[in-house]
């Protein structure tokens, strides 16, 4: 009996977390939709350190440091305003043991002229985090500095070990992001990874029939399009697959009255729309709603009608709304 309990609990387990992995990345594919490629692995990033810290795997010290550490020098929060005017400047200060400013100061002399760049980075990694295992990272490094300099040198130093023993995934990518400000991208997305698997860090083509199962008649698609992209040809193709017909006009000042004809038309005979570059008739997509909302009211509900698309080139303030 116990060991028939112990079997429901392990199957139990097992579709509990079979169903937590199906919702994110059903989740992840969804909200994809509406982002830009490059803005993908930020949300997947979002994720995986919310899941962590939820699980007290990483700490909000580690996490301040990662998102917001830009300057690399120590500042008075983590050594006394006048230690430090002295280490960084040679300003005379009292009170302080002369044994007390000298090791200090010692911390700021770089070891390897390699390291010279990011030396500052390191101290102050090693000085904020100092009540983890990276506390004091730096002076392991200054005394380890050939298999450093072995792991600095690294093609893809994310995915090698790194000479620094009960290390986790992210404290990998905060020593990255000292060390080797260049693969920081790459070493994000081997720890989403590790977090959440590969698929919270692949690139997927749009499927457009899960797009349509999104949408209604009421419910028009934008397309926030990259230069060079056109999305006209594959929504043919869909179209064709329905056994509908889709019209293509292409938006400029002056075209507002035929849009709001073709939407009324398509709207009666249950055909699909497709306005590209909406982005230069601004004044027209204030009322598109409006226009849907009569041009169905005024159609025969029984038609399938359906408003297909909206395309748009991106601009660098440009949003999917």
């Not at 292409?250 to 009666?268: D, N, R, T, V």
Request: proline share 5%.
């Amino acid at each position: 009996t116990e060991q028939i309990e112990q079997d429901q609990d392990y199957e139990l387990n097992q579709r509990l977390i079979s169903v937590v992995d199906s919702l994110t990345v059903n989740c992840y594919k969804h909200i994809c939709l509406a982002l830009f490629e490059k803005h993908k692995i930020l949300f997947s990033l979002q994720v995986a350190l919310r899941v962590q810290l939820s699980m007290d795997l990483i700490t909000r010290p580690e996490l301040d440091f990662f998102m917001r550490e830009s300057n690399p020098f120590p500042l008075p929060e983590i050594l006394s305003y006048a230690r430090y005017e002295y280490i960084r400047y040679n300003k005379p200060i009292g009170g302080v043991p002369e044994s007390e400013t000298s090791a200090d100061k010692s911390l700021l002399v770089c070891p390897a002229e390699w390291l010279q760049e990011r030396w500052d980075y390191l101290v102050r990694l090693g000085e904020m985090l100092s009540d983890t295992v990276l506390g004091n990272l730096h002076k392991r490094i200054a005394d380890q500095l050939n298999e450093w300099k072995q792991w600095y040198d690294e093609e893809q130093p994310e995915i090698v070990p790194i000479p620094e023993p009960n290390t986790t995934e992210f404290h990998r990518v905060l020593i990255v992001r000292c060390l080797r400000p260049d693969r920081v991208y790459a070493s994000v997305c081997h720890y989403v990874t590790s977090v959440l698997g590969y698929q919270m860090v692949d690139t997927f083509l749009i499927d457009y029939e899960e797009v349509m199962e999104l949408t209604a008649c009421s419910v028009p698609v934008l397309f926030i399009l990259q230069p060079g992209c056109d999305p006209e040809q594959d929504l043919r193709k869909l179209a064709l697959n329905h056994n509908t017909t889709l019209t293509s006009l292409p938006m400029c000042q002056g075209q507002e009255q035929a849009a709001s004809s073709l939407i009324k038309f398509s709207a009666l005979e249950g055909h699909w729309v497709l306005l590209s570059n909406i982005h230069l008739v601004p004044s027209f997509t204030r009322h598109l709603e409006s226009i849907i909302t009569t041009a169905l009211n005024d159609a025969s509900l029984s038609h399938k009608s359906s408003y297909s698309g909206v395309d748009e080139f991106c601009k660098g303030n440009s949003r999917c709304v």
